[in-house]
């Protein structure tokens, strides 16, 4: 157990529908990723948070939002669905983004698998 | 551009055998760093290991052993004595030094262990 959380676990919608998927950093963390792994695209990073902030951006589309709430949990926003957004969905954390020392290693929660309908 | 290219997309083996798995990456970065993880057949992604890039030390951990080789941009994971709880998909990560933390992924390499 990595100590990151996400919810849920799994979730299946219609094109066109909005979700939002959660996480939970380890404690003490202050940055979270998010990455979607995808059948033709495989592990993509799309956006990433410190401490509330957003600091970079991958390739993640318009229709898709985040952010980082003052207790440091993080919501993945992703709206007007089509079928190629089916994916799962992962989270990671690690402590800082200030250095990268031995205990900045990102962890992994166990992902949201999304499936549009 | 940085890339991470895993040419092995399946190896099979016996249970016993050793195996390597294959990670070759490219980045115009003078310091980096590689990380090698697992995601088993239940999904979640486990970390194995990290590697910097000023570090070209060789790293054993039980049955994994890690070889870095900066002159050939290589950084190669063997499993000594497979067992059949080694099936997963691992993927080699490379991260660069920058404030951006991303991870660039290679595709990943299925290894079934067979009994």
């Known amino acids: 157990d990595s100590g990151v959380t996400q919810t849920p676990k799994h979730l299946i919608t219609a094109t066109g529908q909005r979700v939002t998927l959660r996480c939970s950093p380890r404690s003490g963390d202050l940055s979270v990723y998010w990455y979607q792994q995808s059948l033709d695209q495989g592990l993509q990073f799309l956006i990433q948070?410190?401490?509330?902030?957003?600091?970079a951006k991958g390739n993640i589309l318009e229709r898709f939002s985040a952010q980082q709430f003052p207790d440091l949990h993080s919501e993945l926003n992703l709206s007007s669905l089509e079928l190629g957004d089916s994916a799962l969905y992962f989270c990671?954390?690690?402590?800082?983004?200030?250095?990268?020392?031995?205990?900045?290693?990102?962890?992994f929660g166990p992902g949201t698998r999304l499936t549009v309908l | 551009a940085q890339k991470v290219t895993q040419a092995q997309t399946e190896i099979s083996v016996v249970e016993k055998e050793d195996v390597t798995l294959d990670c070759v990456y490219e980045?115009?970065?003078?310091?980096?760093?590689l990380f090698w993880y697992k995601q088993p057949p239940s999904g979640e992604l486990v970390f194995l290991i990290r590697r910097n890039s000023f570090d070209e030390q060789n790293e054993i951990s039980g049955r994994y052993s890690w070889n870095f080789q900066k002159s050939t941009s290589s950084f190669n994971f063997t499993i000594t004595a497979s067992q059949v709880v080694d099936s997963a998909v691992y993927f080699c990560?490379?991260?660069?030094?920058?404030?951006?933390?991303?991870?660039?992924w290679g595709l990943g390499t299925s290894l079934a262990v067979n009994p």
């Open positions: 990671a954390s690690s402590p800082s983004m200030v250095s990268v020392q031995p205990t900045d290693t990102q962890y």
């Open positions: 990560a490379l991260m660069g030094a920058g404030n951006n933390r991303k991870l660039i």
């Open positions: 948070y410190y401490n509330g902030e957003e600091r």
């Open positions: 980045t115009r970065d003078t310091t980096y760093y």
